[in-house]
């Protein structure tokens, strides 16, 4: 696991709720496909991630991949 977080405002409860989309960003002049490349990086190593606010603010990323031993 990989994890990384920081304490800014957070993400948009959209994308922790209904997950990563491409082309949705909240950023001005955004493409929104910053998160879906990582995320099918993540899938085609046989992981997933995993996007969550934290309390009292900020964002964390959690990038769950396996483990050489996992592959026999």
Known sequence: AIRVWDDGPGYPIELVENGIQP?????????????TLVQRLVRDAGGRIELRNRKPQGAETILLLPSGADHG
Not at 23 to 35: K, M, N, V, W
């Open 23 to 35: 082309f949705f960003s909240t950023r001005a002049g955004g493409t929104g496909l910053g998160l």
